[in-house]
């Protein structure tokens, strides 16, 4: 904190003075190594009685949970998240998934009526409609055209919607579909909500997560596996408390036995954002949130920084630590 030039100064001194671990840094290759890696962690704290409530994965923004998140899935690890809902749960990004559901499996009523209920003039009742129409259809986007022409409602926007489906149906990459999706109106739609840049960064991050994959069904796929019960109630299985998954915002005042702070790169902590918004203060806010998520474990400190990154182009880029990591004595980690 010496380093912010508006600051109070004061000297800390430890109350526990018995010689503990070492904060740890780890430098994953990518995200998925890094989900791993905290995965693996958690269960291994967990063999040692360090139950799952007093643990803590934190995070500079909401996006860079998505990894972790199904990974979390993968290994039945119950988790809560308090920075708002869990990512795929996200009215954005269930919007965005609906339109590739629509297209891999054109008979999915839920993402049918998802992706019509945002069209102008479009209510319930014609949706429900239209669904009919298409319920029992051997060509749904053949039929969805024709009901289209015959709505006496929003039949622009409809057909607008139609040209658009048909156009990722001519597209095989999850990426690229996405990005179709979201260079339509539907960036138009985000800009009605405050938090219109924090939904762009988690689509955006969706969209490099796809790149992984050829085919949108093997992309679906991945995200459709089970998650672990009772994750956001605050109970599990066996009345096991979950993990917890936050940004560092909603942990101020709390502490936990081991936290995992996760994607602690250079442009992402501190924000990009923040600091063309306000380079010198927002630096220093910055740095002050650094010092909140590293002062909230009690006993076991992970760092971690991934290499490289996918950014929603599809090109691999390398991440820098940093630079509130690059501030501290080497000798003060491990």
């Given at each position: 904190m010496a380093?912010?030039?508006?600051?109070?100064?004061?000297?800390?001194?430890?109350?526990?003075?018995?010689?503990?671990?070492?904060?740890?840094?780890?430098?994953?290759?990518?995200?998925d190594a890094q989900a791993k890696f905290v995965s693996t962690g958690v269960l291994d704290l967990r063999t040692v009685e360090i139950p799952l409530n007093r643990i803590a994965v934190l995070y500079r923004k909401r996006k860079?949970?998505?990894?972790?998140?199904?990974?979390?899935?993968?290994?039945?690890?119950?988790?809560?998240?308090?920075?708002?809902?869990v990512f795929f749960e996200s009215a954005h990004?269930?919007?965005?998934?609906?339109?590739?559901?629509?297209?891999?499996?054109?008979?999915?009523?839920?993402?049918?009526?998802?992706?019509?209920?945002?069209?102008?003039?479009?209510g319930p009742k014609t949706a429900q409609v239209i669904w009919q129409s298409l319920?029992?259809?051997k060509e749904p986007l053949v039929d969805f055209r024709e009901a289209a022409l015959l709505s006496k409602r929003g039949r622009s926007s409809l057909l607008i919607l139609h040209a658009l489906l048909v156009k990722l149906s001519q597209e095989s990459s999850p990426a690229a579909q996405i990005r179709i999706v979201l260079e339509s109106n539907y960036k138009d739609h985000l800009g009605r909500y405050e938090n219109a840049s924090e939904r762009l960064e988690d689509i955006e991050a969706l969209i490099a997560y796809a790149e992984k994959f050829s085919t949108t069904t093997d992309f679906l796929a991945d995200l459709a596996l089970e998650p672990p019960k009772d994750r956001n109630d605050g109970s599990a299985e066996d009345d096991e408390k979950p993990l917890?998954?936050?940004?560092?915002?909603?942990?101020?005042?709390?502490?936990f036995r081991a936290v995992f702070l996760i994607s602690a790169n250079?442009?992402?902590?501190?924000?990009?954002?923040?600091?063309?918004?306000?380079?010198?203060?927002?630096?220093?806010?910055?740095?002050?949130?650094?010092?909140?998520?590293i002062t909230r474990a009690e006993d076991l400190?992970?760092?971690?920084?991934?290499?490289?990154?996918?950014?929603?182009?599809?090109a691999i880029?390398?991440?820098?630590?940093?630079?509130?990591?690059?501030?501290?004595?080497?000798?003060l980690f491990e």
């Open positions: 380093n912010n030039k508006y600051n109070y100064q004061k000297n800390l001194t430890a109350h526990r003075r018995s010689q503990g671990q070492l904060p740890i840094l780890v430098e994953p290759t990518d995200e860079d949970s998505l990894a972790l998140e199904l990974e979390l899935k993968r290994c039945n690890i119950p988790y809560r998240v308090t920075s708002g809902t990004i269930k919007d965005i998934l609906a339109y590739l559901r629509v297209v891999a499996n054109k008979t999915d009523e839920l993402a049918w009526k998802r992706i019509l209920r945002p069209v102008g003039d479009v319920a029992e259809s917890l998954l936050s940004t560092i915002h909603q942990v101020k005042g709390l502490e250079e442009g992402n902590f501190p924000s990009t954002r923040t600091l063309a918004e306000d380079p010198t203060g927002g630096e220093e806010e910055e740095r002050r949130l650094f010092y909140v998520a400190l992970f760092i971690t920084c991934p290499l490289r990154s996918i950014d929603r182009k599809g880029s390398l991440n820098p630590k940093s630079r509130f990591i690059s501030e501290l004595d080497r000798h």
